[in-house]
């Protein structure tokens, strides 16, 4: 079956340091990788996502390249901010017949905490 | 353009009693999914409608959850009865037929006592 599996947190950084987080995926075909965000007292907000090989997602700063060969999609920011403070989802979704792409696998959950 | 939307936002009750969590997802998407974290683990796949017919419900724990989407527009997750570990926050989603991506909720904070 299908597995997500993210690095341990919490993650607690200064303002402008770089982050990575690791994620590293099982799967049976080929997924679409995402990462979502769950900031405190909201719902889950797609952060980007890579539908094959190679395909880098980013916004916000953020970026996550799609390693098939690693079988990962780590998420790396440049230079944080205290407004990133969150927890970060790591997610895959298998390709159902190229219809909906909403039946997604967590990885745990990383909780990144920025500091002034 | 209204998001998905979900009531309660909290929910406590006591073991053995019911509850029933709702999701209106965005209007005109077709699918429709309930998830749910607990304890701060992995957020789990439960099932999926497409419009109101369940396309997967494999993710249903027991036979305790029973999931309605009469009409194909909201959909009702009932718990009956509730259990200690049933407490987490169940998440909704949904998305068009030709969507790329899900949208989420905010979440029902289950808490049974």
């Known amino acids: 079956g299908n597995s997500v599996t993210q690095m341990e947190g919490p993650v607690t950084l200064s303002e402008e340091a770089f982050l990575t987080i690791n994620c590293t995926y099982t799967?049976?075909?080929?997924?679409?990788l995402f990462w979502y965000v769950q900031y405190p007292g909201e719902g889950l907000q797609l952060l980007l996502k890579?539908?094959?090989?190679?395909d880098k997602g980013s916004n916000k700063g953020f970026e996550a390249t799609y390693r098939k060969e690693t079988t990962s999609f780590h998420l790396e920011k440049g230079s944080v901010q205290v407004s990133d403070s969150a927890v970060y989802f790591c997610?895959?979704?298998?390709?159902?017949?190229?219809?909906?792409?909403?039946?997604?696998?967590f990885g745990q959950g990383t909780i990144l905490t920025v500091h002034p | 353009e209204a998001g998905v939307t979900q009531f309660p936002s909290h929910s406590v009750i006591e073991k053995g009693q019911t509850v029933t969590l709702r999701c209106d997802p965005i209007?005109?998407?077709?699918?429709l999914y309930w998830y749910r974290r607990v304890m701060g683990k992995e957020i789990k796949f439960l099932l999926h409608?497409?419009?109101?017919?369940?396309?997967?419900e494999s993710g249903m724990p027991n036979n305790r959850f029973l999931a309605e989407r009469t009409g194909g527009t909201y959909s009702t997750l009932k718990v009956q009865p509730a259990e200690l570990e049933d407490s987490g926050v169940y998440f909704c989603?949904?998305?068009?037929?030709?969507?790329?991506?899900?949208?989420f909720g905010q979440g029902t904070r289950l808490t049974v006592v």
């Open positions: 989603a949904s998305s068009g037929m030709r969507a790329g991506r899900a949208f």
């Open positions: 799967a049976t075909g080929y997924p679409s």
């Open positions: 890579a539908t094959k090989a190679d």
């Open positions: 997610a895959l979704s298998d390709r159902e017949g190229g219809t909906s792409y909403g039946k997604l696998t």
């Open positions: 209007s005109g998407h077709d699918n």
């Open positions: 409608f497409v419009k109101e017919s369940k396309q997967d």
